[in-house]
Structure formats: C-alpha cells, structure tokens
C-alpha cells in the first residue's frame, strides 16, 4: 500500500548543529510530499512541499527538504538547529493535488543545549 | 492570513455524555474541512472530510454515528461525539483547505484535547 515512513521516533540534536530528518514513501508516481510541525498547543505548521520541479525545496524557518526519486526519500534538513526547533515533525503524502493526506508516523526532535 | 480555530481547547465529560467540538476559518472560506484524530505520541489519523452544505465522507473504520459533522458554512464545521466512552479520549484536530487552493493546502487548528471519564 502506498504509505510514507519516519523511520526515526526521536532525535536530539546539539543547538547549533545540523539536522536531517529522514522520510520515505511508497508510491509508483511522484507523490505530492510535505512536511509539517506541531509545537505543544499550537496547529500543525506546513515547513514545506514538493509537487514537481526544482527538487531542492526552500521552505519556512530555514529548513529545506530534497526529493530523491531514486531512494523515495524527502529527508528535511536544517543546518542550524535553535531551541525552538524542538517539536514534533510530520511528513506526509498525497497522490495527487485533490487527494487525502496521508500522515507518517512522526520524529520528536529535541535540542541538546 | 489562514487561521483555523478550535474551541474548546480542552474539555472533560463524562462517559455517556456528548460533546461538541468547533472548528473555525477565520479569515478565508473553507470548502473542505477535515477532522482527524491523534493519539498520544502517534500520527494523525484522517476520520472524515466534510464540504459545506454535503453529507461527510468517513474514513473505513470511522462510526459515522459516533462523530456526527457538519459542516453547515463556510467558516464553521462541528465534530459531535456522541455518547462517549473512555475510549474516545484522544487530540482531535480540525483543518480546511479552500477552493482555488489547487497544490492540497490544509491549514490545521490547534487541537482539542477530549477526556471522557
């Protein structure tokens, strides 16, 4: 079944040091992929999409995400992490522009002072 | 600009009793809304996608007379959940996507936390 994997529940990273989170999914296509971030008592935030195109994607608060057709990943990147990037980071799915989405399992991201 | 509201944020009834929950569009009209469900720790999970003025479409496994939606404007959809039980604690969040927003968009509310007792 066509689904998107977080292999990672948690990671902690140092303030100031490099972050990658990885994500996978499952699709004969080209999927439309997001990522978004839950804060404790605030909404789901969208960092970032990929539809089609450059497959470098800029997205909010300095992270980046890039689609690599060749090993179904759309890992998120930051090179800087700050102690307001702790939360929790989704990436999810969808199979084309009008479709459900399709949520992975999530990575909790906590920031080692 | 896309702000989607809950109310409550967090609420507490008893086991056998109903409750409803409001999802708001503040600033846009929302065509299709979203209600999902997430438990501690784990992924949302789509329970039902509702359009105003039609009937909501549940997602396999969802008891459509358990969570009663409607979606009866364009800023305003309600999730019921009738005669809780223990069970039916967890975060249920809303969202909503507009017409015109052609690349999927859904901007999500904060949450509201249900304990059932």
């Known amino acids: 079944a066509q689904s998107v994997t977080q292999p990672d529940i948690h990671i902690t990273v140092s303030e100031g040091a490099s972050l990658e989170l990885r994500c996978n999914y499952s699709?004969?296509?080209?999927?439309?992929l997001f990522w978004y971030v839950q804060s404790p008592g605030q909404g789901l935030q969208l960092l970032l999409k990929y539809f089609s195109g450059d497959t470098l994607v800029q997205g909010i608060k300095g992270f980046e995400a890039e689609f690599k057709r060749s090993q179904s990943s759309f890992n998120l990147r930051k090179p800087s992490v700050h102690w307001s990037d702790a939360a929790e980071y989704f990436c999810?799915?969808?199979?084309?522009?009008?479709?459900?989405?399709?949520f992975g399992s999530g990575t909790r991201l906590s920031i080692r002072p | 600009g896309a702000v989607v509201s809950q109310h409550p944020s967090w609420v507490i009834c008893k086991s056998g009793t109903s409750v409803k929950i409001e999802c708001r569009s503040l600033?846009?009209?929302?065509?299709?809304m979203f209600w999902y469900r997430q438990f501690p720790k784990q992924s949302l999970m789509l329970m039902a996608t509702?359009?105003?003025?039609?009937?909501?479409?549940?997602e396999q496994g969802v008891e459509k007379d358990k969570f009663l939606i409607n979606h009866a404007s364009l800023t305003l959809s309600t999730l019921t959940v009738t005669s809780a039980h223990p069970e039916d604690s967890s975060f249920y969040i809303c969202?909503?996507?507009?017409?015109?927003?052609?690349?999927?968009?859904?901007?999500f509310g904060p949450g509201t936390r249900l304990t059932v007792l």
């Open positions: 999810a799915f969808a199979y084309s522009s009008a479709s459900k989405i399709i």
């Open positions: 509702s359009n105003e003025g039609s009937k909501a479409t549940y």
């Open positions: 699709y004969g296509a080209t999927p439309y």
């Open positions: 969202s909503a996507s507009f017409s015109g927003e052609v690349h999927n968009e859904q901007f």
């Open positions: 600033d846009f009209q929302a065509t299709t």
